[in-house]
């Protein structure tokens, strides 16, 4: 109690105030409009961060923010209860459980709004559970790691990398036989479900902010789509819009009298929108990284052309 404790402390003392940039953003606005992220949707994550936006804490910003902070506080519980499963003694586990309390990496994420915590607390779930099973050899333990393994879909893709894992744990395991199976099969296939309904349900809510109706539907074709590609609730699950390419030619046939007068914009496409600024203390080399609608990112130009900025 006192680790969780002292580390949900330092995470909220370190969070992130404010709407940020890029996909934190992103998740900000939609945990509280309830719609659509860029692929894979994030669902999950989505309907975890919606009751915190409900708190009379801050803005809305700070409050899904808040979610990494109290995900990457279970995390550091869960390494520390793996830990104790693992072995007798406590500081093992109390010792690195703190190390990746305070990791660089870690602890910037517990900060913003972000998916990587929460995915290492649904993973860490899993393991805790699995742990705990092999010890006790309590059924609803094994379900319930197959429950979050299913839901972790939700909440980043990278989580199902454990599966082989957990597969060889089960073979290995002094409990193995086909009650194991079925009980960690029907937990993942009770995840899954729970994941592909919180998907239909946000695809249902569907607010006009939400990625497919923001960054996709108006540049479809950008995306190398077509209206077809994209009209039921699983297509939307399973397309992986391809980024929209743009070259330095393409920024620079535009001139300044192409924008309206005093926009400051330098070219409007259905690429995205391209803006004259300046990046200080930054440099890069002839070419053009760019991110489309919704989508924020540094630009750099070639020689004769200025340095832009992809908003």
Sequence with gaps: MLLTGLGLALYVRTLARGLLPGDSGEFQVLASLLGHTHPTGYPVYLLLAHPLTWLPLGDIAYRVNLLSAVMATLTVTGVYLAGQLLMPRRWPALVGALALAVSPAFWSQALIAEVYTPGAAFLVGIVVCLLWWDISGRAWSLFTAGVLGGLSLGVHLTVALLAPAVAVFLVVSRRRGWATWRTALLGALAG????????????????????????????HSAWHLTAADLDNPFERLLVWPERPPISVADVCQH???????GSGLL????????VAGDCPGRTGPAGLAFTPPGRGGFAWTGPGCPLVLGL
């Design 192 to 219: 899954i479900s729970l994941w592909l309904l919180a998907f239909l349900a946000l695809d249902w809510h569907n607010p006009t902010a939400s990625f497919f109706n923001s960054a996709v539907y108006p540049s």
């Design 255 to 261: 001139r300044q009298s192409d924008a309206p007068a």
């Design 267 to 274: 070219a409007q496409s259905a690429h995205g929108t391209v």
